[in-house]
């Protein structure tokens, strides 16, 4: 995407929202809790990069401060204490050659984080995918090893009285600079979230139990 239009798009997502929220504070793993048997979590704050001697896993340098979210091996899942609804998400991540992660919004709507680099066809399933529910558009993966980005225009579903009114929606879904999804309807929670029920708020999820992966620079920022 050309950066004019990169810019048009940013400008677009942030119009009317609230101030942005950093959530990974580069010390500790305050503000996030364990999903399931917190000893079996791999979850630290430190450096990460590919590992020179196995390109399937991650080498992690602990560090006291400008540290990064990393499950060098797989571990659980982690997710926010802080719960949200309608939200811009901006996050870098990083794999190691075939690993597989996700994000799941309000802890129920995966987007899918794999190692899809070189694909020619991709699928739910590959990176960017809305996992069981739409492909990418296009692979835009970058390779192994290197730092990937989203920007995610996320919609929570909306309930009166407490039946839903309106699905959950990702209005769009920015991968590397390439526009990956585009108005996309969600009828129900992802397999394997958080709760699977839906809700108007919940918490943002990172998958730790398929693989290898680390985060940096996340950005929540709520609309009003």
């Avoid at 399931?36 to 896993?57: I, R, Y």
């Avoid at 309608?86 to 190692?115: C, H, R, T, W």
């Avoid at 991709?122 to 960017?128: A, E, S």
């Avoid at 929570?156 to 879904?173: C, I, Y």
């Amino acid at each position: 995407m050309p950066r004019f239009l990169l810019l048009c798009t940013l400008a677009f997502f942030l119009h009317g929202q609230t101030q942005a929220q950093s959530l990974i504070n580069g010390k500790d793993l305050a503000g996030w809790k364990i999903k399931g048997d917190a000893k079996k979590s791999k979850w630290v704050n430190g450096q990460a990069a590919l590992d020179e001697k196995n390109p399937g896993k991650l080498a992690v340098t602990p560090v006291e401060a400008g540290g990064v979210l990393v499950s060098p091996a797989s571990g659980v899942d982690i997710f926010t204490e802080e719960k949200f609804g309608s939200a811009v998400i901006e996050v870098e991540f990083m794999v190691p050659k075939g690993s597989n992660s996700g994000i799941y919004l309000m802890g129920e709507y995966e987007v899918q984080i794999l190692d899809s680099y070189g694909k020619e066809k991709v699928g739910p399933g590959d990176v960017g995918g809305l996992y069981s529910a739409a492909a990418p558009r296009v692979n835009a993966a970058k390779k192994p090893g290197e730092w990937q980005k989203f920007l995610i225009d996320f919609d929570a579903p909306m309930f009166n009285d407490g039946k839903k009114t309106s699905n959950a929606r990702f209005n769009k879904v920015v991968l590397n600079d390439q526009v990956i999804h585009d108005n996309v309807e969600i009828k129900g929670p992802t397999p394997s979230g958080l709760t699977g029920k839906e809700a108007a708020t919940g918490p943002l999820m990172f998958q730790g139990d398929h693989g290898p992966v680390a985060f940096r620079n996340l950005k929540v920022t709520g609309k009003k």
